[in-house]
């Protein structure tokens, strides 16, 4: 088995029990812009799509690459407009009078 | 500055990015502090993709940068739609994130000048399906949400069997693919193969279990990302892929204890076909009905109101009068407090958005778990387009499809009043006997005109 396979194993295993203990935290309340937030987050994936694409190696690795750019980078945009969006609408009782 | 001293810049950007991720969703803990969130999510995911367009091996700036546009183009609209159609926009976005992650994978595969080894070309095969399969899932749940596919489950005899076995199929190419790698031919079809799987998958899956099959397919996109980071040794893709699908994870775990359910139930068990028929055959019972008046001077007799709104408000469009009355019964004194479950809505917490747009304060907005005490304290429990979530046979009736559902215990309150447009069942197709107990009023008629009905009534004529 490869090294790096065991190093991001390590990470991956890690990084789930991080996102475990901080997601169980996250009120009820905010489930939806939990979902948009963390699919802005996953869409990183971007910076995958931006090598492939800007390696320029063969027509159908660039044109494969230039779809998960749009796709993923709009994602990333939409998700954390709509995330913020949604929280600007969150207020409490006590804000709202003042 | 030479190579190794930009990579090492680099790593750093994508390490700053990764502490600002897991930040991001440590301050989504509190409505207080998740706009924080968002930004120290927008600060991280910038850095890393300003660090990536450094990156030496990116030159073809124009297949970068173009696309980069044209996403942004298509994200803001997508960031902008309106909030009943936010679960739609998420499962278009699990679609746009597997389709991602399953184009890198594919280029991943017929990149490289070095053919790949049996480990890569595994991760690759499970990467690619899991991605294929999650981009025509959510497509198809974004289509059913859209009400563009029929909410109804689609079911066929043998069902299971022959979306088993185009699993198996692509799990068998992938196989084929790890014992020869050079086999080109079989890698295309694997492809197919599991699209294939993926529309098979979520068609059978009715409206009412949206929530979960949602929750579900984040689940997966962020795995297929966790996985993309494997093949292309990627530690903030790891990172982020495992944040998201421990996420996703979480939340079907909620929807499916919500509904009572496992998720091979829920997979595979295509819900509220059976008791349709029988809804039919009941002898006929007496409801007692309000109408306006009365509701809106029983009302304003109690102090303490417990709202419990489902989707049947957002689909009236209801939401705003029903802040009116929030607002009119709160101004005569009375304490009003709304009752949510976890899966009123169609995706996690999706009411709360919708009452929080129209304005509604978060602290008045409350658990299943907390508000079920309550109940016998309450004096009236007022049911506005929600329906299986109250339904008392989920507590007592052995042969009811939802008994042991966790549910709100309405029938508890002094007094129960249900706006309802007609006595038809409910979503899943179930009676509900809550409506013909001696302390419930039936209140028959649009959500959104009966509302504005009472609030009318409170206002005192004026």
């Given at each position: 088995?490869?090294?790096d396979?065991?190093?991001?194993?390590?990470?991956?295993i890690?990084?789930?029990?991080?996102?475990?203990?901080?997601?169980?935290?996250?009120?009820?309340?905010?489930?939806?812009?939990?979902?948009?937030?963390?699919?802005?987050?996953d869409?990183?994936?971007?910076?995958?799509?931006?090598?492939?694409?800007g390696?320029h190696e063969t027509?159908l690795?660039?044109?494969?690459g230039a779809?998960?750019?749009?796709?993923?980078?709009?994602?990333?945009v939409?998700?954390?407009?709509?995330?913020?969006?949604?929280?600007?609408m969150?207020?409490s009782?006590?804000s709202?009078?003042? | 500055?030479?190579?190794?001293?930009?990579?090492?810049?680099?790593?750093?950007?994508?390490?700053?990015?990764?502490v600002?991720f897991?930040?991001?969703?440590?301050?989504?803990?509190?409505?207080?502090?998740?706009?924080?969130?968002?930004?120290?999510?927008?600060?991280?995911?910038?850095?890393?993709?300003?660090?990536t367009?450094?990156?030496?091996?990116?030159?073809a700036?124009?297949?970068?940068?173009?696309?980069?546009?044209?996403?942004a183009?298509?994200?803001?609209?997508?960031g902008?739609?309106?909030m009943?159609?936010?679960?739609?926009?998420t499962?278009?976005?699990?679609?746009?994130g597997a389709?991602?992650?399953?184009?890198?994978?594919?280029?991943?595969?017929y990149?490289?000048?070095?053919?790949?080894?049996?480990?890569?070309?595994?991760?690759?095969?499970?990467?690619?399906?899991?991605?294929?399969?999650?981009?025509?899932?959510s497509?198809?749940?974004?289509?059913?949400?859209?009400?563009?596919?029929?909410?109804?489950?689609?079911?066929?005899?043998?069902?299971?069997i022959?979306?088993?076995?185009v699993l198996?199929a692509?799990?068998?190419?992938?196989?084929?693919?790890?014992?020869?790698?050079a086999?080109?031919?079989?890698?295309?079809?694997m492809?197919?193969?599991?699209?294939?799987?993926?529309?098979l998958?979520?068609?059978?899956?009715?409206?009412?279990?949206?929530?979960?099959?949602?929750?579900?397919l984040?689940?997966?996109?962020?795995?297929?990302?966790a996985?993309?980071?494997?093949?292309?040794?990627?530690?903030?893709?790891v990172?982020?892929?495992?944040?998201?699908?421990?996420?996703?994870?979480?939340?079907?775990?909620?929807?499916?204890?919500?509904?009572n359910?496992?998720?091979?139930?829920?997979m595979?068990?295509?819900?509220?076909?059976?008791?349709?028929?029988?809804?039919?055959?009941?002898?006929?019972r007496?409801?007692?009905?309000?109408?306006?008046?009365e509701?809106?001077?029983?009302?304003?007799?109690?102090?303490?109101?417990?709202?419990?709104?489902?989707y049947?408000?957002?689909?009236?469009?209801?939401?705003?009068?029903?802040?009116?009355?929030y607002?009119?019964?709160?101004?005569?004194?009375v304490?009003?407090?709304?009752?949510i479950h976890?899966?009123?809505?169609?995706?996690?917490g999706?009411?709360?958005?919708?009452?929080?747009?129209?304005?509604?304060?978060?602290?008045?907005?409350?658990?299943?778990e907390?508000?079920?005490?309550?109940?016998?304290?309450t004096?009236v429990?007022?049911?506005?387009?929600?329906?299986?979530?109250?339904?008392p046979?989920?507590?007592?009736?052995?042969?009811?499809p939802?008994?042991g559902?966790?549910?709100l215990?309405v029938?508890?309150?002094?007094?129960?009043?249900?706006?309802?447009?007609?006595?038809?069942?409910?979503?899943?197709g179930?009676?509900?006997?809550?409506?013909?107990?001696?302390q419930?009023?039936?209140?028959?008629?649009d959500?959104?005109q009966?509302?504005?009905?009472?609030?009318?009534?409170?206002?005192?004529?004026?």
């Amino acid at each position: 088995m490869p090294a790096d396979f065991i190093s991001n194993l390590y990470v991956f295993i890690l990084a789930g029990f991080v996102g475990f203990e901080v997601i169980k935290r996250v009120s009820p309340l905010l489930h939806t812009p939990l979902m948009s937030l963390t699919n802005a987050l996953d869409a990183i994936v971007v910076v995958a799509a931006i090598i492939i694409a800007g390696r320029h190696e063969t027509r159908l690795t660039v044109v494969l690459g230039a779809i998960a750019v749009a796709a993923s980078f709009s994602n990333m945009v939409g998700g954390f407009v709509i995330t913020d969006r949604m929280l600007r609408m969150f207020k409490s009782g006590r804000s709202k009078q003042s | 500055m030479n190579a190794a001293d930009l990579q090492q810049y680099l790593d750093f950007a994508y390490i700053a990015a990764v502490v600002l991720f897991v930040l991001s969703l440590r301050f989504l803990s509190s409505p207080a502090t998740a706009r924080w969130g968002v930004l120290a999510g927008e600060v991280g995911a910038a850095l890393a993709v300003i660090a990536t367009l450094f990156n030496p091996e990116v030159t073809a700036y124009r297949w970068v940068l173009i696309p980069l546009i044209i996403g942004a183009g298509v994200g803001v609209p997508l960031g902008m739609v309106h909030m009943t159609a936010v679960p739609q926009r998420t499962a278009l976005s699990h679609a746009f994130g597997a389709l991602s992650a399953a184009m890198i994978g594919i280029a991943e595969y017929y990149v490289g000048t070095e053919p790949v080894t049996r480990f890569q070309m595994g991760e690759i095969a499970l990467e690619v399906i899991i991605g294929s399969l999650t981009f025509t899932g959510s497509l198809i749940a974004a289509g059913k949400l859209q009400e563009i596919l029929p909410q109804r489950p689609i079911v066929y005899r043998g069902q299971n069997i022959v979306s088993l076995s185009v699993l198996g199929a692509a799990l068998a190419l992938a196989v084929a693919l790890v014992v020869n790698p050079a086999n080109t031919i079989l890698f295309p079809i694997m492809v197919v193969v599991a699209l294939i799987f993926g529309i098979l998958l979520v068609t059978p899956i009715g409206g009412a279990d949206m929530p979960t099959v949602i929750s579900l397919l984040n689940s997966y996109a962020g795995f297929s990302a966790a996985l993309l980071g494997f093949v292309l040794n990627s530690k903030v893709l790891v990172v982020a892929g495992a944040l998201d699908g421990s996420s996703g994870f979480i939340l079907s775990v909620i929807m499916c204890k919500a509904m009572n359910r496992s998720f091979t139930n829920v997979m595979f068990g295509a819900f509220g076909q059976v008791q349709t028929a029988a809804a039919g055959a009941k002898e006929e019972r007496v409801v007692r009905s309000a109408n306006p008046e009365e509701a809106a001077s029983i009302l304003s007799a109690a102090n303490k109101v417990v709202i419990v709104p489902g989707y049947g408000m957002a689909v009236a469009q209801a939401q705003h009068k029903v802040r009116e009355l929030y607002d009119a019964l709160t101004k005569k004194g009375v304490d009003v407090r709304f009752a949510i479950h976890p899966v009123a809505g169609r995706m996690p917490g999706h009411m709360n958005v919708l009452l929080a747009e129209a304005d509604i304060p978060y602290d008045r907005l409350i658990e299943m778990e907390e508000i079920n005490g309550d109940f016998p304290q309450t004096d009236v429990a007022l049911i506005i387009g929600a329906n299986d979530v109250t339904n008392p046979a989920a507590r007592t009736d052995q042969s009811s499809p939802i008994f042991g559902m966790p549910i709100l215990d309405v029938d508890k309150a002094h007094t129960v009043m249900v706006i309802k447009r007609g006595m038809s069942p409910g979503f899943a197709g179930i009676d509900n006997p809550l409506y013909y107990l001696n302390q419930t009023l039936m209140l028959f008629g649009d959500a959104k005109q009966f509302v504005g009905a009472i609030v009318r009534e409170l206002g005192g004529g004026h």
